[in-house]
């Protein structure tokens, strides 16, 4: 779609004009705010083409223009300009998520809520699944007499304790053996490797020492099973209620959506190229999520990586009005933050 220069900056103008006050845009303070001299004539002109292209719409017949949101892709796309984070606000973010940086899902858990109380909507994070990603260690810790934690960490950065019971009293040495034991099989396999089959396989070879092991060996495959699956940590659903562009149960339907989890990772970790913009990040503006409880929100998300490898993603659920340009800025300093943070943090486990 073509738009002259004026058009373009009459559509920026009103796109930013509605997100920073909720008010429709009308001609007049349209021509006050534009960098060029025009008549309110011309701006009514160009809006109502504008409208007729689908790009704004007229809520009453005597007010002003607001975006739809084929407005808000254009504007997206090709009209906003992207406003980095000042030193402060970075500064803010790195020493909010510093103290949790030594646990991964801790940090994952502190960015969705710092990023939901930054933005006033739902945030959410995804840990890294462990699809594509091997097993680096595990590690066995004594728990009591009897009892110990089998410790699995993935190239991908994640971490899954299980805790197992013995029937015979446990030592540093024989925790040693299930250490040597277990990681000369499965350390540098794939995660999805790690099937029961395996495990089974794993405990033939080991004889009498079997009998010993078992217990450990499906801790072991426990937790790699729930090494497969992402994580999701969301925060701030309740800020929906108080958006007042979602009238009635809108947000009741957006929270009820919100809270189906595997539909909420399918959405976020979602590849393709719709939505997409430079540095990762992904809008989906309303009927772009292509979920009827979405029809009126906007989910704007970045994927991570650990070790320059693709491994989860956060995002921002709100309604169409949102700051984008602020929210893209945003998601995408957390993004690298939490990428960097994972990998300095699993580098250190080597």
Known sequence: MELSSRQQKILTAVVEHYIATGEPAGSKMLCDSL???????????EMSEL?????LLQPHTSAGRIPSQKGYRVYVDR????????????RTIDSLLLSASYDPQKLLEGVSRLLAGMTRFAAVSTSPGGAGADVRAVQFVQTSRRTAMAILITSAGTMKTRVFHCDFDLT??????????????????GVEEITPAFIQGLAASQGEMAILMSSALMAVLDAAREAMDADVCLHGQMNLLFCPEFEGSGARRVIDFLSREEELTRLILAQGAQGAQAGGTRVLIGRETKRAELANSSVVSCRYGINGRDAGAIAVIGPTRMDYSKMVASIEYLANAVGRMLTELLDQRN
């Open 79 to 90: 009209l906003m300009k992207r406003r980095p984070l000042s030193p402060e606000e970075r």
């Open 35 to 45: 960098d060029f001299t025009v008549s309110s004539a011309t701006v009514r002109n």
């Open 51 to 55: 409208a007729d292209r689908g790009l």
């Open 172 to 189: 540093p040495d024989i925790l040693r053996v299930f250490f040597r034991t277990v990681n000369e099989r499965v350390a540098g396999r």
